[in-house]
């Protein structure tokens, strides 16, 4: 019998191995009959995370039937899409289909929500073969079940916004709510943003404006994408090089910043992120490439005193920041919006 | 031509590929020949990284000479000694050899040192088969020659400490230093540390005592870690709990810390560590084993408010304070000297 407290993260859904929990979990039970305290979701929209879906499509040569497949055999297999190479998942959007009397969550049947807590611990259970999808994009229509524990995270869909614009802009929410609140505790005042183009690095580079950085320069891997930021206007300098070339970051950003946040969605960009940071200076990553021992070793390797954080996906007020910073910002909203299919 | 501050970080001895950093290279080039910005050390010994050892000891089922060979055969591909699966690599200790004239390391020729960079991108050459060594410990008698960088690290060892006692304290110095940080930065009160009667495990108790803690927590595997954990006087409470198992952590810790420090050796402890931490709370890990989107997302999921961070190598003044910890601390001394072979 499990404890209240274990049963809020949803331990009981653990079908192998027993007692970890579901993010760790190599498979979980995705009936849809739910708990007292749990919630169900009728999914309308998966949007796989970046590195997963970057991964899944380079393993099977950009042929899209082959990436649904493998999709599907994830979640049939697992009860969850969790890429099993990057350990990442997702998100997902959908209508509250059935809530249970002691979910502490405060939702509402016919609600329209999407989950703030990664696929890769939510029991998925998929009913349509994702027909509707052409294996080609991170954005996934899909017909479905998903179950929400106790303790977890929804949030309510804006009425102002569509829904695949609000799904693109939570997706990433982590990201700008961590990047304000390191701004604000450490008094950072120049701000490096690699990946800067893209959904998490435009809203971590107006989220640093907002909570009074300086001297912002984003990092882009090429001239068009510059243009992009550029015209956006986010960013005091816009530089072009690869995130995993290290030497090419440093001398991109030139004078190492007090606060780099990486937001590219490949491997090896945490020499450069290290190397682009003042001594004292802060790096958060929030990319599901980076590898622990490079950044642990690394920093060390190069006698680098920076204070490295792992990209935690949630802080108090993520969402309602994300999407107000979408809201008042037009330079995020150039950005954003041509990243959006299917609006 | 490589410019200076790309030679300070070992740029030009990176063979394969070319243009990453030495501790992401595949492979180095370990020629004993220095330049003029080089030192070389005579290598006396190697002091493998815990979870490196872990893994190559039990990839071939504990036996010795296999484990030789394999380190052999590392060492020879990849010109460093990094294990292809954990990433990571350990120190050594050693007799400065030559000293290139424009070194600004502050090393002299017949000095013995420590390295604390990592081995996993320091040049290596091992010219006596390990014939001394059986395979069977972390600490590896050994022959041959390492370079290090303008930009390294190096301690010179203490003449009032035998050498192997001085490379285990240093081996893990970076724990207790980043510890001893974060209790004074964040004024947290209430510290848990996994894997507590470990050299960094009870080193970093000893660094958040000195720092100001007040209420310490050391969770250990089993009752004979506890029985040393509590004669050695380091922590409040003693705890067992297999770090693993999240549920038995969070069960054993009880009210979560105000800091949890991760010093196990084991992957799968970044769930236990995120729920033994307090909302608004920190969590360190110094596992090489932490996997990076089991910690991110893990936190996520259970909509954990917590600061998570890389436990990096390097912090100021590491080596000193671990040192001092050991000389001025029974309890540590207690936990420390009998992991110490070869004295």
């Known amino acids: 019998m499990r404890t209240a407290a274990e049963r809020a993260l949803g331990v009981h859904r ?10 760790a979990a190599q498979r979980l039970d995705a009936d849809p009959a739910i708990a007292l305290d749990e919630v169900r979701i009728a999914v309308e929209r998966l949007n796989l995370d970046a590195a997963s879906f970057r991964q899944l499509s380079e393993a099977h040569g950009g042929d899209g039937d082959a990436v649904r497949a493998a999709v599907l055999e994830i979640v049939r297999t697992r009860g969850k899409m969790q890429n099993p190479v990057t350990g990442s998942g997702g998100m997902l959007m959908g209508v509250v289909d059935a809530v249970g009397p002691e ?10 929500v999407a989950t703030l807590v990664s696929l890769s611990l939510t029991p998925l259970w998929i009913t349509d073969g994702l027909d509707r999808w052409d294996g080609r994009s991170e954005q996934v229509p899909a017909h479905g079940t998903a ?7 929804a949030a ?3 009425d102002d916004l569509p829904d695949a614009v609000a799904l693109a802009v939570l997706d990433v929410c982590g990201a700008p709510a961590l990047t304000a609140r ?10 490096a943003v690699l990946g800067a183009a893209g959904k998490s690095g435009c809203l971590s580079l107006a989220a640093a404006a907002a909570a009074g950085a300086q001297d912002l320069t984003g990092l882009v891997r090429n001239e068009s994408e510059a243009a992009a930021l550029r015209a956006a206007g986010l960013a005091d300098r816009v530089v072009v090089a690869d995130a995993t070339d290290p030497l090419a970051v440093a001398a991109a950003v030139g004078t190492p910043a007090d606060l780099t946040v990486v937001c590219v969605d490949v491997p090896g960009a945490e020499h450069g992120a290290v190397l682009a940071t003042a001594d004292g200076g802060t790096v958060v990553f929030f990319s599901m490439a980076t590898s622990f021992p490079a950044a642990a070793l690394g920093a060390e390797g190069m006698a ?27 330079g995020v909203r150039a950005l954003v919006d041509p990243r959006v299919t299917g609006c």
């Open 103 to 112: 979910s502490p969550l405060g939702l509402v049947v016919d609600q329209r």
């Open 304 to 330: 680098a005193d920076v204070t490295m954080l792992v990209g935690n996906g949630y802080t108090p007020g993520h969402a309602a920041l994300a999407l107000d910073l979408y809201r008042s910002n037009p």
């Open 14 to 23: 653990v079908l192998d191995p027993p007692g970890v929990l579901p993010q």
């Open 182 to 191: 390191v701004v604000e505790r450490t008094g950072a005042r120049s701000v």
């Open 156 to 158: 309510v869909l804006p």
């Open 147 to 153: 179950i929400l524990f106790a303790r977890s995270i």
